[in-house]
């Protein structure tokens, strides 16, 4: 038996549609954390870094090597530095990394005792790019940081604001409203 319809729309969709709303725009958890890509200038071995080795942006290709999680960020960072020399030459380096937004500090209370406390600061950087110049009269050095919240979204060559998972999560709804009007409709 198929559902009763009332003005051409089921029932059952009726019902479904706000729950199905409802699922797509609350805020995906991300469990471990933001998936970022972590190069710097120059290679460290793991034995120096005690842990996995840090590989050079410069030959940074986007391989899952340069894929690290960051369980104590929600953001990735990439640094632009550029520096240009007296002759007219112009040096540029980029290093990519989680962001730093966690401050770890001992914190003593009756029960535990002194214990170790990290506290995550979700809204220590905005999202996007912001140019820093310095001068010291003889060469003139800028540095670009980059903020973005979607995993991996530190990999691109020039940093390109996305729209965020937001924007995915909004267009996701959408789609699913347009589609459940279209099937309600036939």
């Given at each position: 038996m198929s559902p009763r319809r009332e003005g051409g729309v089921g029932v059952a969709v009726l019902l479904a549609l706000p729950?199905?709303?409802?699922?797509?725009l609350l805020p995906i958890a991300r469990g471990?954390?933001?998936q970022c890509y972590r190069c710097t200038y120059k290679s460290i071995s793991a034995r120096r870094n005690r842990t996995d080795p840090i590989f050079p942006c410069a030959s940074f290709d986007g391989h899952s090597k340069?894929?690290?999680?960051?369980?104590?960020s929600t953001m990735c960072e990439m640094k632009t530095f550029i520096l240009d020399l007296p002759n007219g030459e112009i040096i540029t380096t980029t290093t990519r990394d989680c962001a730093h937004q966690s401050v770890t500090?001992?914190?003593f209370t009756p029960s535990k005792g002194w214990h170790e406390v990290t506290d995550i600061f979700e809204d220590a950087h905005a999202e996007g790019c912001q140019l820093v110049e310095h001068t010291d009269g003889?060469?003139?050095?800028?540095?670009e940081?980059?903020?973005?919240?979607?995993d991996r979204c530190n990999g691109r060559l020039r940093y390109?604001?996305?729209g965020g998972a937001d924007a995915v999560r909004w267009s996701a709804a959408a789609a699913a409203v347009s589609a459940l009007l279209l099937l309600a409709a036939r």
């Open positions: 729950l199905l709303l409802l699922l797509l471990a954390g933001i340069y894929v690290v999680t960051c369980p104590k500090y001992r914190r003889i060469k003139v050095t800028r540095t940081h980059c903020f973005c919240s979607d390109e604001l996305t």
